[in-house]
């Protein structure tokens, strides 16, 4: 059974940025792929960005050139280096393998 937790949330100001990092345990971790969903209150979850076991990624496109995606297998964690935050991107951001979500970080850009 995988685990999956997410650190590195918290409050920067519009411009700013952070990274998330989403720590797996499990085995399985190199055969699948992980992506990042956030989420608002009222909202349903959006899917920010995925990468593949390959290494291939995708991004929804709203983050498209701010936000990148990035897998160390060695380590098996994934990261989302967030650039250039704006309000709007401000959530609570989760990590999902296959049917594992993990428990979520907040992010809140503001000045």
């Known amino acids: 059974q995988v685990q999956l937790v997410e650190s590195g949330g918290g409050l920067v100001q519009p411009g700013g940025s952070l990274r998330l990092s989403c720590a797996a345990s499990?085995?399985?971790?190199?055969?699948?792929?992980v992506s990042w969903y956030r989420q608002t209150p009222g909202k349903e979850r959006e899917l920010v960005a995925s990468?593949?076991?390959?290494?291939?990624?995708n991004y929804a496109d709203s983050v498209k050139g701010r936000f990148t995606i990035s897998r160390d297998n060695a380590k098996t964690t994934v990261y989302l280096q967030m650039n250039s935050l704006k309000p709007e991107d401000t959530a609570v951001y989760y990590c999902?393998?296959?049917?594992?979500w993990g428990q979520g970080t907040q992010v809140t850009v503001s000045s």
């Open positions: 999902r393998l296959a049917r594992t």
């Open positions: 499990g085995s399985i971790f190199t055969i699948y792929s």
């Open positions: 990468i593949t076991s390959g290494g291939s990624t």
